[in-house]
């Protein structure tokens, strides 16, 4: 009989106004979920070893097998900043950071493929693979201070202010730290039945990491198991490449009537042009280990 799953959440946030339009938000946001439902293989062999894996499956009659059952858990702790600036003087942003870490032993209901020893779930517990550890947002509106109505401007004829006066710019500017990454093996070094399995770590992948389309990590890091062994590397160990954009919206005003206007309006994604790359190769049997193709 499968146990009831449950979750918990909780937060803790301080609010300070700095000025009259702009207060600084800290928090802390946490969650948990336990006995959560997960499928994974049920019938591999029990233990690694040579020879014919079949005696040492829990069920000798039948082969692979895959089973849910309410076995899974996940952590979820974050620190979470934001400045906000109410418009005034042309100009309103808010400009959020989240520092975040998820640990789990499986992250989607059918995610197999973290699962490398059903009788030892602890081996698995690691990084969600949605873990993205760290977000920045910076969102804006500036009214350029030109025109009739601003800062500069306030006294040029209509001809003038229909080109030059009346335009503001806003945007959201994002970075986003790497999707995590998992290194894996897809033959069955530990002879138990499983396709995939772990390598092994002999250093820190993210170190001295080359971040090139041929080697995005350090692929020297990691070593074949011993035979009849399972591998000692963390699920989703590396990263891949930062998301890093910019959208920018340039827009003119043109004023009709008191109560109409025009509006010209220009919008630019990703106006840099900035590369991010897609995820570097993870099996370590692959040629393209470690290369993003």
Same mark, same amino acid.
């Given at each position: 009989?499968?146990?009831?799953? &449950?979750?918990?959440?909780?937060?803790?946030f301080?609010?300070?106004?700095?000025e009259?339009?702009?207060?600084?938000?800290?928090?802390?946001?946490?969650?948990?979920?336990?006995?959560?439902?997960? &499928?994974?293989?049920?019938?591999t062999?029990?233990?690694?070893?040579?020879?014919?894996?079949?005696?040492?499956?829990?069920?000798?009659?039948?082969?692979?097998?895959?089973?849910g059952?309410?076995? &899974?858990?996940?952590?979820?702790?974050?620190?979470?900043?934001?400045?906000?600036?109410?418009?005034?003087?042309?100009?309103?942003?808010?400009?959020?950071?989240? &520092?975040?870490?998820?640990?789990?032993?499986?992250?989607?209901?059918?995610?197999?493929n973290?699962?490398?020893?059903?009788?030892?779930r602890r081996?698995?517990w690691?990084?969600?693979?949605w873990?993205?550890?760290?977000?920045?947002?910076?969102?804006?509106?500036?009214?350029?201070? %030109?025109g009739?109505?601003?800062? %500069?401007?306030?006294?040029?004829?209509?001809?003038?202010?229909?080109?030059?006066?009346?335009?503001?710019?806003?945007?959201?500017?994002?970075?986003?730290?790497?999707?995590?990454?998992?290194?894996?093996?897809?033959?069955?070094?530990?002879?138990?039945?499983?396709?995939?399995?772990?390598?092994?770590?002999?250093?820190?992948?993210?170190?001295?990491?080359?971040?090139?389309?041929?080697e %995005?990590?350090n692929t020297?890091?990691?070593?074949?198991?011993?035979?009849?062994?399972?591998?000692?590397?963390?699920?989703?160990?590396?990263?891949?490449?930062?998301?890093?954009?910019?959208d920018?919206?340039?827009?003119?005003?043109?004023?009709?009537?008191?109560?109409?206007? %025009?509006?010209?309006?220009?919008?630019?994604?990703?106006?840099?042009?900035?590369?991010?790359?897609?995820?570097?190769?993870?099996?370590?049997?692959n040629?393209?280990?470690?290369?993003?193709?």
């Open positions: 009989e499968n146990p009831s799953p &449950y979750s918990s959440q909780w937060n803790f301080i609010q300070r106004q700095l009259d339009d702009l207060t600084l938000d800290i928090g802390y946001v946490g969650s948990a979920s336990r006995k959560q439902i997960g &499928y994974s293989p049920i019938n062999a029990l233990t690694p070893g040579p020879g014919d894996l079949q005696p040492r499956r829990l069920l000798t009659s039948f082969g692979d097998l895959d089973g059952s309410n076995q &899974y858990s996940g952590e979820y702790n974050a620190l979470q900043a934001k400045l906000s600036k109410r418009f005034s003087q042309g100009l309103q942003f808010n400009f959020n950071y989240t &520092y975040q870490k998820s640990l789990d032993n499986q992250s989607s209901l059918a995610e197999s973290k699962t490398q020893d059903p009788f030892n081996s698995d690691s990084r969600s693979s873990d993205i550890n760290h977000v920045v947002v910076f969102s804006y509106v500036y009214e350029l201070p %030109f009739r109505g601003r800062q %500069f401007g306030g006294s040029w004829n209509r001809a003038v202010d229909a080109i030059a006066g009346g335009w503001s710019v806003e945007g959201i500017t994002r970075f986003d730290s790497g999707p995590p990454i998992m290194v894996f093996t897809n033959q069955d070094i530990a002879n138990t039945g499983r396709k995939t399995q772990r390598v092994n770590a002999i250093s820190d992948p993210n170190e001295n990491a080359p971040n090139t389309a041929d %995005f990590f020297s890091a990691f070593v074949r198991p011993e035979p009849f062994t399972f591998g000692n590397a963390s699920p989703f160990i590396t990263n891949a490449d930062n998301i890093v954009s910019f920018v919206a340039l827009q003119k005003r043109f004023v009709i009537h008191e109560q109409h206007a %025009f509006e010209l309006r220009g919008e630019f994604f990703n106006i840099g042009n900035t590369v991010s790359f897609s995820d570097p190769q993870g099996n370590f049997n040629n393209a280990f470690g290369r993003v193709s």
